[in-house]
């Protein structure tokens, strides 16, 4: 973290206090603990792993099985590489895009959807052919996509004075001044969606490699040195209901608010979509009921006998003209070294720079993390309601600490069983770090009863409903775009490979951390990897 940065963060510290503690309740259903697992990660923290006792080679090693490295390793499949192997400390792929299962069926333990692809992404679109999600294209070339994979209506709602309403907008009692609010801020965000360098490129766009990189538009837009919140004020866009419904989005994107993203990262989440459908509308979006935990077993696919969990990589160095993995087996508690001609780190910024050691060079600098947590809860009917608008797939609850609950059954059409609804929670404070520390001192039961004491509220019968709870906990869940952290030359630097033998692939590269990021960041490490074997 840059000097300037941390003392912009410090500075605009309040003492809004992280969490209000609840009294743990005694709770009378089974609850399961997932997540990312700290105690392994935190072994590689400690340095306290055996050195290795055996040696094998391999052509390529990927380290970490999240989106990022599984689309490495399809793209490397792809191309007919077998010869590579997949490492992972959790016992399963995915990363937190990983999905958990009960008894009511499958949910997301992180990522939930993908909002429509962009069709000129052709990476992302063979994907979505692939995984059968795209079923072909209109007279237009527009693609159709599978009924029951687009999100189906209704959509969002959001419970605002007392009563559930359609959309996430507060539109109940606006004023004059405040819709107009809302319309200016419409307009701005249409301009960015329509602003291009002189070559044509987008100022706004995923994945972030294709965007602009012209200084001009960068200096001429100045969004990323001062934090949204900073430039909405500038703007006069200050009125309590557009701000609330800003810092709602900033926070289910990014796991921080408009005070702490950049105006850049703020504005990108409304003007960055470029996704159509000859079958949905603008801004609809694919969901599961294992969210992207379905996007994990598609890129699986091409990984299968090659990925391999519980494997905790400790160091990587170069070594004799080949690069050196070592990596400590959870299951059988010693260590083992690959030593392969590639490797590609798929791992988040701050552990990579912990792997590298002195090979780092400057690699180690690390960026912001927003922790999170999400609690399931399956549920043995649907909950009584408080009236207004029938439950939709977000349910979204106005002025609360969390971002309220996605219903995971949303896409079932059978509705005899009760639905698995899926509440999150960024733990967002101006002091990630201190959030981490006090939420891994909490237990299972801790999370679940904060989210109860929401869902009460709206489900007044929802404690009687629940048959099983599962809670993941993500210390280091999201990358925040903080000002300075997308214009900024570490970002840039810890993408650049080491010596053309060691690459780098995870959605921390692009300061935003989304699917279409990750899958980028993999297919582009492939690739260098692909064109290395070739040359050599
Ligand atoms: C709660 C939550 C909700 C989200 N919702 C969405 C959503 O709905 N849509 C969306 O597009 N994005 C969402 N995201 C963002 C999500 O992070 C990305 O979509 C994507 O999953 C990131 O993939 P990645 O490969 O870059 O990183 P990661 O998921 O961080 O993968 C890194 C992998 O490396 C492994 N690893 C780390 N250290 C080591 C080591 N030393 N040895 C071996 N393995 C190691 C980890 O176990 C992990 O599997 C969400 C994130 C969170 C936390």
Known sequence: MNRRRSLKLIAAATAVPFMRCTTREKLPFPITMNGANAA????????????????????????????????????????????????????????????????????????????????????????????????????????????????????????????????????AGLTAEEAAQFARFDAHVARCAQARDARGKWVFTVPMADMSQAVDVADRLDLDDITFAEWLDREGLTCAPLRWYLDYCCLDDYGADAGLVSAFAGLHYFASRRGVAANAEHGDLLTWPDGNGFLVKALNRHAEGRMHGGQLVHAVRLTGGNVAVDVYDVVQ???????????????????????????????????????????????????????????????????????????????????????????????????????????????????????????????????????????ALWGHGMVIPVPGEISGEDRRRSAEPIEDRIHFAHSDLSGISIFEEAFHHGNRAAREVLEQLKSG
């Open 333 to 471: 508690q010693r260590s083992h070294r690959f030593l392969a001609d590639q490797v590609i780190m798929a791992v988040p910024r701050f552990i990579a720079g912990r792997l590298l050691g002195p090979l780092a060079d400057g690699r180690d600098v690390q960026p912001h993390y927003a922790p999170w947590v999400v609690v399931n809860l399956a549920l043995d009917a649907y909950p009584e309601e408080r009236g207004g608008e029938p439950m939709a797939w977000d349910n979204v609850i106005h002025r609360s600490r969390g971002l309220g609950y996605v219903n995971s059954s949303h896409q079932v059409l059978d509705r005899v069983r009760g639905p698995i609804i899926t509440h999150y929670r960024a733990l967002a404070t101006n002091d990630p770090a201190a959030a981490r520390r006090a939420a891994s001192e909490r237990s299972a039961e801790d999370w679940v009863t904060d989210a109860l004491d929401e869902l009460r509220v709206l489900h007044p019968d929802i404690d009687e409903r629940i048959v099983e709870g599962s809670v």
């Open 40 to 171: 392994i990660g935190h072994a590689l923290r400690d340095g306290m792993l055996p050195a290795p006792s055996a040696t094998t080679e391999r052509s390529v090693v990927i380290v970490g099985a999240g989106i990022a490295g599984l689309s490495a390793a399809r793209a490397l499949a792809k191309a007919g590489l077998t010869d590579f192997i997949l490492l992972d400390l959790e016992s399963g792929p995915g990363g937190n895009s990983r999905a958990g299962s009960c008894r009511q069926g499958d949910f997301p333990l992180g990522a939930h959807y993908l909002p429509l692809p962009d069709p000129a992404d052709t990476d992302l679109m063979d994907l979505m052919r692939e995984c059968g999600a795209c079923v072909g294209e209109d007279e237009n070339g527009i693609p159709i996509y599978r009924d029951d994979y687009l999100c189906s209506h209704p959509q969002e709602r959001l419970f605002h004075q007392g009563a559930w309403r359609s959309g996430v907008r507060p539109r």
